[in-house]
């Protein structure tokens, strides 16, 4: 069993690359739009996080060597991981940014970040108890669609706008990425494609300006060697603080665990098969460790693990990748690294990765549950939209009730039906994949008992609703309900029917 081969360097840039964009947007993130101090981004909660992903990747690379040694096969890749992006955001602004602004203490709004991560770790843990018999449960059409609606809208779209809105940069990288990758054409000297698909980035953003010298000189100014500092007293100061917004961590924690599930899923569809109980606690005692040393930002594993498996990565790329993110988040780089790389020359790779994910989800499924999939992306289609016009609505200092649902809806947009159905949509998704898988099965007792499920979930607001609570979507709860018991009548008819022919 090899733990390295060479065709894990395009796993590890790949990774690492990836990676590198998340915490290159999280550091942004938090020193500029929310505007803590550059001392607590860069030399606490940046090396914490980087240590959380050193021993998330740690881990899935042990597990990938024991997968390796019980199967005797040598193309096993390990999982990949690292800070969960949708998290990242919402953290941010929902926790962080809020705590901050209307306290103006830094260290406060970073210990309330911090026990909303505690908070998701634990709920992950509760999780792995059902995260096996989930995957028997949940058909694989359902758990695929919904990880594809993800990947298409929050790790691919993005990337793609930036490509095309600077695309002598962007477009270049892409299509050394789409060579490599996808048309399996080895790059000169046999260098790994993600470092080609960067340094062509690099050349070209310095040569035409992009990049600028003189704010990358200023930049090594920051270079500071910082090591994460444990803390129990940070949980206790923070808890106050993090309280009123702890209801909300509860459908992300589930969002957070069922995303472990829809990932294990798929790295077993690409034929490496892991216990899903042991990743769900790995993921979850991570995201506490890391946030017992100063890390708001749950370890998540990532959408991808097909991708790295097509470009080559095996079992050393995960270790190594967050070895490399280790050094980096210690040694204060990632201010230099964000005057150096041009971040559109990094996305390219992201926007493969959800190529990848939402191919799988059709490829590793019968075709006549395409429909199943499709319906599955559909909730995050909702989600992403609606953020992006909330995003809009923002920047003109207007929301969408100030503009009135009324008037969205009779220009086109019906911005209420868009949010119910956006709200919890990895879970959303998974729901009604599974109802068009059962019904293309005609399992309409399956159906029946989902569509009831997805009723108490709704009841309680852990789908269709923004918080937590009791009755949260009345009229969406009786909508699950109605749909429940047409499917049990529809099940009792055709049992009836089969039964005295």
Known sequence: MKIWVKSDWNGFFGLFSNNLTNLLVMASLLSVVVGLPFDLVYGRILPAVGLSIFLASAYYTKMAMALAKKTGRDD????PSGTSVP????????????????????????SAGLVWSLAEGVIELAGSLIGAKMRQWIP?????????????????????????????????SLAIVLLGFI????????????????????ILGWSTGVMQLDVLIASF????????????????????????????????????FIETIDNCESAAAAGDE?????????????????????????????????GWKEAGARIGYSVASGFGV??????????????????????PILLYIGLVITSQAFSANEHKYAPAVVMAIVPSLADWTRNAVDIALSSANTSALDVGYQLLNINGLNYEGMFVLGQGAIIVGMVLGSLTVFIIDQ????????????????FFGIIHSAGVGLNMHPSMSLGYLGVGVILYLYDLVTSKKEKFG
Request: no cysteine; net charge positive; glycine share 10%.
């Open 274 to 306: 892991y216990n899903t109980k042991e990743a769900m606690i790995a993921d979850g005692l991570t995201s506490i460790l890391g946030s017992f040393f100063g890390s708001p930002f749950p370890t998540a594993i990532f959408i991808g693990h097909p």
């Open 326 to 347: 280790l050094v980096l988040t210690s040694l204060g780089i990632i201010s230099v690294l964000l005057n150096i790389i041009p971040v559109v020359g990094v996305l």
């Open 76 to 79: 096993v890749t390990a999982l």
């Open 221 to 256: 100014d920051g270079l500071a060697f910082s090591l994460p500092v444990p803390s129990f007293m940070r949980w206790v100061d923070g808890f106050s603080s993090a309280a009123p917004f702890l209801i909300a961590a509860i459908p992300l924690g589930i969002y957070n």
């Open 183 to 202: 048309g399996k054409v080895k790059m000169p000297f046999n260098v790994p494609t993600g470092l080609v698909a960067i340094l062509v980035a690099v």
């Open 140 to 172: 694989r059409a359902a758990m695929l669609g919904s990880l594809a609606g993800v990947s298409l809208t929050f790790i691919a779209l993005n990337p793609a706008f930036s490509i095309f809105a600077l695309p002598y940069i962007g477009l270049v």
């Open 87 to 110: 998290h990242m955001f919402l953290i941010v602004f929902l926790i962080i940014g809020p705590v901050y602004w209307s306290t103006g203490n830094a260290t406060l709004a970073w």
């Open 443 to 458: 399992r309409f007792k399956a159906a029946s008992i989902t569509a009831f499920l997805a009723g108490i979930l709704s």
